[in-house]
């Protein structure tokens, strides 16, 4: 070779190099933050920092009518979905839990007993992505780079990691119900790699019980709250209010005849919990080099603490305030943090929920309610068994109904005892036919997302659709989501860093095109089952 072309050569490697490197991110980063409704952005307004929410919003392309296009909109269908740009109809995650017909009982959204648990004394580690039945965007990311990308998912919880990273992640990390270390299963490896051996020696959950959780501001900076002490809330077993301080290392050691909550629920309840994961995803960064060279890699980090709070204290709490004034600070820090070890205008990053949450019914009183659920089913069962001499049904989850085929009966007089029971239970609105969307009386886009969650064969023969407002929870306190209604659907979706423009956008977008809008920054194949599109946030 001569020197010109040897000099010709390099130059054309350089300029690929260069190009390259401004094609597609270095790194993705997606957040999501579990439970968190749209107008959580604006509520606490006044008490956030610059640097977190207000620095996303401000830099970011915000979608303001940013919604799930399907029902039920529980945790595990909602990692799925944002990870995989399709909803469960696709994805085959149609709720954290579900009857299944073939196995004659309830089957968890990850739970796979083929797969053992990696991570010294871990029990909560059989684990796996073995029911999701489309790709990820981080499938793709490892299937288009020959498996050379960096990639993995953390969540306190399992569904919140394993979800996101799919079937060919570099490893999903979740924390142990016994240990509160981070775990794995053997789906992803064979041991923990040393920094998170050294990550979880340190300790930090236990140091995070002992510093128990206070207000971080004054009380009288929480006036977008209930006070403290409201009849709203769930308090923690063995404590006789939801009130600060709380006593985090007592309350997870107090046992009365038996009874009392885990040290990881209580972890998981508090802000320290959301702490613990971007200490964890700091860690690996450093440790995995992530967004370092030019093959982009990418981490799904989802915050579960948000939704343990919002389940027990509901989202008139000054501790579902405080929870998020403290995330927004850990945001500024770890956006710094990202932008200092990798830089932001190479890092993609965006930011979601899996599902929204009702107001709580009882605080809310008209119009809103508590459908009684277990009183439903088993109401219905004896109504229906007295009525054909043999129990139809199989199973009442999620609000759905799960037949058996009894030679004897028949179906469309079960069907006409169904509706007329159901029809005059309080709190449900119709009956939905699954699969026959005629019996969707419904305006289209709510018939739309029942239709877009229901799966031929997972989901139930039918859905009793509730009044908007009305959940199947606890009436003493807190809150839950699942429905198809605004307030489960309506969540943020923010793209920040990189090349991403400021926009405030105000076009219907659904959760499934983030994963394309990935894939198309990331210049590789959309996810298997994907229905999204492509947003131009640039
Ligand atoms: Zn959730």
Redesign the pocket.
Known sequence: MSIKELTFFFAFFLLFQAVYSQETPRLVIGITV??MRYDYLYKYWNDLGEGGFKRLLGQGFVAHNGHFNYAPT??GP?HASIYTGTGPAHHGIIGNEWYSRKEKRKVYCVEDESVRSVGEGATSGQASPKWLTATTVIDQLELGTNDQAKTMGVSIKDRGAILPAGHHADAAYWVDKATLRFISSSAYLDSLPDWVKAFNSMELPQQYLAAGWQLRNSIEMYNESQPDSSQFELPFRNTDAAVFPYDLKKISETRAFGVGETAYDVLATSPQGNELVVRFVEAAIEAEGFGQDNIPDMIAMSFSST?YAGHRFGPHSVEVQDMYLRLDSLLSEFLSYVDSVVGLEQTLVFLTA??GAADVPAYVKEPAGYFKGKTFGGGLRSYLTHKFGVDPIESVSNQQIYLTQVDSVDYEKVEYEIRRFAMRFSGVMNVVKLGDWSTCSSREEVCTRLRNGYHPQLSGDFYIQLYPGWIDYNPNGGTTHGSPYAYDTHVPIIFFGWKVAPQQNYERIYIEDIAPTISDALRISLPSGCTGRALDIY
Do not use: A
């Open positions: 579990d439970q529980y945790t909602g939704d899996d599902h």
